[in-house]
């Protein structure tokens, strides 16, 4: 019996939570679904991730007006993810910002990564044919920028490559609140189709240094507490080292993907099998690793194509 590809069998909806962190942070999160952040400055709101489309995008911007009436001002991309970007436009910002990292990897491969995305997860992409085509930054910063929102400072962050090579994260110093990009997932299976390896652990313990007391992952519940943080930054460091340690044996002893990515899924089944989207990034994620253990310091470009080759190659 074959997988369905990537989360195409995945069809049921999620419920939504829209979790107040603080007076200024709110969390859209739905079971495992990508989410969204919301900044509540003085005089306006920062939006961090938009969801897929302009449509999915609407249900945000409802849970928004709830809380506040004030203008959203900012869109911040964490890094260029069909699935995170392509609402945007619903949001009317004045400025989209990403850092330059991702903005070149929006140059190079955006338009292969929406339609591998659109075809990797149907149920997100609702109302496909309201995306304008990709988003582009109107305002871009290497390493870090601060936005102030009123008083309310707010630190836009590259503390390292993990993700991907443009993983921006926003931090509140007043409050200890961060709001992770897919760097930190919780409850839910990192994607490191695009990732770097090596990297992304010193990245996670850049974040653990800035002492939050509470994160927004990527995915999976608000995490409001530092204990919780503790878990969530703990569970995905682990998660990163455990395949990338299983693909490298494997590679040292000469095996080919296929044998490689059957003892990685089977090593870190009974630890990570309950995350969301397990079965879906594992491909990737191994054949990634693969990758960066031997001969692509750089990701390659997924395609629509290269994807499905890659699923019937190591699935069937
Ligand atoms: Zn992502």
Redesign the pocket.
Known sequence: MSKAFASQADLQDKQVSFTRLSDHAYAYTAEGD?NTGVIVGDDGVMVLDTQATPVMAEDVIRRIRAVTDKPIRYVLL????A??VLGASAYGAQEIIASQDTYDLIVERGAQDMQSEIERFPRLFRAVETIPGLTWPTMTFQGRMTVWLGKLEVQLLQLGRG??KGDTVAWLPQQQILFS??LVEFGATP?AG?AYFEDWPKTLDAIAALRPNALVP?RGAALTTPEMVQQGLAGTRAFVSDLYASVKAGAAQGKDLRAIYREAHAALKPKYGQWVIFDHCMPFDVTRALDEATSYRDPRIWTAERDKAMWAALES
């Open positions: 990508p964490s890094h260029y993810h699935v995170r993700h991907t990009g897919d994607y695009d990527g």
